[in-house]
């Protein structure tokens, strides 16, 4: 099992940053993946920003440019830097963990943060 758990949303005016953060606990070294989402209300959950464990990163085509999504293997976190908000970025942003064992992928989902971007 693979917990993770999110931090560091909040209330930014647009043009404005935010960092979020998401630390993983449990069976880290079954980790294959680690990635961001989020969902505005009435919307579906779109992918954001993802990165492997070997450090390949893609990115929604909305946010290129303007977000970065990093990691610290040592401290088992990943990091979600979003520059240059827009108000259509309100949403809940969730932290998301894909895991493998004995050839089996799970995926681990956070609680998600509030993310709120005022005009």
């Known amino acids: 099992q693979v917990q993770v758990v999110e931090s560091g949303g909040g209330l930014v005016q647009a043009g404005g940053s935010l960092r979020l953060s998401c630390a993983a606990s449990g069976n880290i070294f079954s980790i294959i993946a680690m990635g961001w989402y989020r969902q505005a209300p009435g919307k579906q959950r779109d992918l954001v920003a993802a990165?492997?464990?070997?450090?390949?990163?893609r990115y929604a085509d909305s946010v290129k440019g303007r977000f970065t999504i990093s990691r610290d293997n040592a401290k088992n976190m990943v990091f979600l830097q979003m520059n240059s908000l827009k108000p259509e970025e309100t949403a809940v942003y969730y932290c998301?963990?894909?895991?493998?064992?004995?050839?089996?992928?799970?995926?681990?989902w956070g609680q998600g943060t509030q993310v709120t971007v005022s005009s």
């Open positions: 990165i492997t464990i070997g450090g390949t990163s």
């Open positions: 998301n963990a894909q895991w493998e064992v004995f050839g089996r992928e799970f995926e681990s």
